[in-house]
């Protein structure tokens, strides 16, 4: 993936990182900057676009909601101001979950590995959301088979894949198997605006688990 005039320098690292270990040291380093950069460089949109779906079909505020790469706490302060307060943050950067964590919005957070297999039992959340974290060099498709196994039945997965991530991933593969398999069926699947400034775009999804 080029870069161009209209993505700042650091996105691209993140998205050309050789492992999960450089990943981290950039996030390390960018995190006190990272919503500045995203959403007034970028203008990031990812963490509006998911809360909105996801609370158009997610009523109960009692919900127990996992945001699955919470990074700074974006979308926990979209559902914290909708009264939803049972909420889980995880995220692969320490930096990140420190920043998530003056917040006060989540009733946890946990420094967790997506790419791994997840440490919490099946049929827990009522609905998992993932913004800005399906990316390139960030976690692959193979994570939603685990998110949809912590998912209660009738519960909610709501996420974002980044144009290139998608294009270069066997997304559809993964999503069409979930189908296939009755492990959950689709609400909403559509091509939004992801990063304004940069004219960049993603897959906004809605699924249902079975």
Request: charged share 25%.
């Amino acid at each position: 993936m080029k870069n161009t005039k209209r993505m700042i320098s650091t996105i691209y690292d993140t998205l050309h990182a050789a492992d999960l270990v450089e990943l981290e040291h950039i996030y390390k380093n960018w995190a006190k900057k990272y919503e500045d950069d995203v959403i007034n460089l970028a203008g990031y949109v990812g963490h509006l676009i998911t809360s909105e779906l996801l609370l158009s079909y997610l009523k109960d505020t009692q919900a127990k909601i996992l945001d699955a790469g919470c990074g700074t706490g974006l979308v926990g302060e979209i559902l914290n101001n909708n009264e939803f307060k049972n909420l889980i943050g995880v995220d692969f950067s320490q930096e990140m979950l420190n920043i998530a964590m003056q917040k006060n919005v989540y009733q946890s957070l946990e420094l967790v590995d997506l790419t791994k297999k997840l440490d919490y039992e099946d049929n827990l959340f009522d609905a998992v959301i993932c913004a800005g974290t399906f990316t390139c060099g960030h976690v692959g498709p193979e994570a939603l088979r685990e998110m949809v196994r912590i998912i209660k039945q009738g519960g909610y997965i709501c996420f974002t894949v980044r144009k290139q991530e998608w294009e270069a991933s066997p997304y559809m593969q993964i999503i069409n198997d979930l189908e296939d398999t009755q492990a959950w069926q689709k609400l909403e699947h559509t091509t939004k605006k992801y990063n304004l400034k940069e004219g960049v775009s993603c897959q906004l999804c809605l699924y249902q688990v079975n």
